[in-house]
């Protein structure tokens, strides 16, 4: 059976400010398009955006900018369930909520990647981050009979806390394209370069690694630091690089496309990640199927994607002296960095996109016929 499936999420593939999110939603939901079930998305306008558009299969519908999104989904929700029949609404729970059980009649899932709690306060004003906090403290109580995707053990774990059961909790993890990142032999930086990859966000703690950079230099006065990726924090970054005179040691590069990032993951020695906190950390993985070991805090959602001791190392989140040392440790160590790249390169072939789709499909199914 073909289903018609509406998918909600803050923003699509084509946004710039896209990340994790909308790479996960995509990759899964193209390929269920593909395999012959129609499939609309709901997402915010953005600068010369079109207001329709079909990327990779699925139809994107556009309205509204950022701020307001969430208030004008639930009329053009109820607009377009009166022009067609829907089987099955996939609610993609990314910071406030769209509340969608308050108003959606068919069969809902909704897809969970991590909730911010505390940390968003790293990230935006007092009165934002509480109005986003407000948000997440309702999802227990208005989403507690709905299935929930999560995206890795830790995020099942938190919304266990929140008083959601595992029986109502799925996990489908993220995939890798192997199209897309891929090993490039003879790639690697001929001077130990390390490397962030991601977006340039505050509450993603990219300023601990360039701190932690200046404790690297001491010791391996050839080390680089090449900073990969877009956001709005990247002047706030850069005045950093300069206050603590390392512009010397530090490049940035505003890309997060595939065909580039690949070419940069091969250059890396290692890949660090300091954040507080992620659903999972698809650009770990990313990083590993280039043969590229990472350094992550021991926080939610990296602790999945990292295995300690064997793709990389974790440390205690904000402890800058243990990130450097653990940065040292991989560049100075050329025998233990190469068992790191080949236990990277083996993690990263676990994920597949494909397999991703089939089990979130699977979990489609069995909602859509109430089993």
């Not at 390929?31 to 609309?40: L, P, Q």
Request: charged residues 25%.
């Amino acid at each position: 059976m073909k289903y018609r499936i509406l998918l909600i999420n803050w923003q699509d593939i084509a946004n710039p400010k896209g990340g994790g999110a909308e790479v996960h939603a995509h990759q899964i939901f193209k390929r269920i398009a593909g395999k012959g079930h129609e499939v609309i998305q709901f997402s915010c306008l953005f600068p010369n955006a079109p207001r329709e558009e079909t990327i990779d299969g699925i139809r994107v519908m556009r309205c509204g900018g950022r701020k307001v999104f969430n208030f004008m989904v639930p009329a053009a929700y109820k607009k377009l369930s009166r022009q067609m029949k829907l089987d099955i609404v996939i609610d993609d729970i990314n910071k406030i909520p769209f509340y969608t059980p308050l108003f959606v009649r068919e069969p809902l899932v909704g897809i969970v990647h991590h909730l911010f709690g505390k940390s968003i306060l790293l990230e935006t004003s007092w009165i934002q981050a509480h109005y986003v906090l407000l948000g997440e403290r309702l999802i227990p109580r208005i989403y507690k009979h709905k299935r929930l995707v999560a995206v890795s053990e830790s995020t099942r774990r938190e919304l266990n806390q929140w008083g959601i059961s595992n029986n109502n909790i799925d996990i489908v993890l993220n995939g890798i394209d192997p199209q897309q990142y891929y090993i490039l032999p003879g790639m690697k930086d001929p001077n130990p370069l390390i490397g962030y990859y991601g977006r340039l966000k505050k509450y993603k703690c990219i300023d601990h690694l360039i701190r932690a950079l200046g404790l690297v230099v001491r010791q391996i006065p050839n080390a680089r630091l090449l900073i990969v990726g877009m956001g709005d924090y990247q002047k706030e970054l850069e005045r950093l690089v300069g206050k603590l005179n390392l512009n010397p040691y530090v490049r940035f590069v505003s890309t997060t496309h595939p065909h580039e990032s690949v070419k940069y993951l091969n250059q890396m020695w290692v890949v660090a990640n300091p954040s507080p906190k992620e659903g999972w950390g698809l650009t770990v993985i990313e990083a590993n199927a280039c043969g590229t070991p990472v350094v992550a805090a021991d926080s939610q959602g990296l602790r999945d994607s990292v295995i300690d001791g064997e793709t990389g190392f974790l440390y205690p989140w904000g402890d800058i002296d243990r990130l450097a040392d653990r940065i040292v440790q991989i560049i100075s160590n050329k025998k233990l960095r190469q068992k790191l790249e080949r236990g990277a390169e083996n993690w990263a072939k676990k994920f597949s996109w494909d397999e991703s789709a089939s089990e979130m499909m699977s979990i489609i199914e069995h909602v859509v016929n109430g089993s």
